[in-house]
């Protein structure tokens, strides 16, 4: 059964998907009436969900390698109607994101071991928040959880996490603005291994100008924290918004290159974004979408779901 079949003969998906994906929905409203108004599958047709699926932020190289797998499975297939093209693009978008891999979404635990994630992204993306709430995720899943926070270049991203331990009853270890982000992470983790911390969120700066900036402090933060423990960091976070579109595609390109990321979380997934970008960031970079926020509530923060994703673009056209 193709993934199609699968989302498509049963109706019992999570809705908050659907709600987040409501400004891609607006750019794939026209697929359905696109199709069915087709005569053939030519290259008029071809061009049309060209520029669809550009103007819904999936990326221009994303989309040319999308539409040349679409024209070969409908040469292979023989395939003449064009309403046919449905099942075989949910099915090519499926293809595009898993990459012929199965991709690991859960968070990398080491059991009995401190863990230790490292949050990175531009200032305003959400990355506080983020953490906040996953914070309040692990806390719930009986995990002994502390935040750490390491953008000391602004005294507001200290108190806004602060406040994030207040609300989720979370310990938060700060030091006065101005302090060495790498001293704070050292001082934390000490703290950490100590009384034995499961996870340790850390926030980072976002303000770095250039990329030789970012790579000397971002390898300067690892050097510390592997310093103090071996295996760690566990995972390397790279928070985007999801409404900046294709510069959050660059951002993705600068981090990626400055540090080894290990999956991204895609905030403001909530309505106003074009969440195209999933796919080409899954498709450039090789990254996988590790959560996604959907709203502003503490519980907003989900796991991210490829079928649920497909699904909540589409649900309404088929």
Partial sequence: MGLFQKLFGKKNKNERYALGLHKTKENFGNLKAILAQSKTIDEDLYDTLEELF???????DTVIYFIDELKKEVNVKTITDPKDLSEIIVD???EIYLQGELVQTDLRYDEGETNVYL???VNGVGKTTTIGKLAKQLKDQGRKVMMVAGDTFRAGAIDQ???WGRRSQTFVYTKPAGSDPSSVIFDALEIAKKEHYDVVLVDTAGRLQTKVNLMNELSKMKRVIQKTLPDAPQETLLVIDATTGQNGMRQAEVFNEATEVSGIVLTK???TAKGGIVLAIRHQYHLPIKYVGLGEKI????M??????????FRDFF
């Fill in 299 to 302: 519980d907003d923060l989900v």
């Fill in 92 to 94: 090519k978008m499926f």
């Fill in 119 to 121: 949050f990175v992204g």
């Fill in 269 to 271: 997934l909530d309505g």
């Fill in 54 to 60: 550009i103007q819904a932020d999936i990326g221009v």
């Fill in 161 to 163: 996490l602060v406040e």
């Fill in 304 to 313: 991210f779901d490829i079928e649920q994703y497909i699904y909540g673009l």
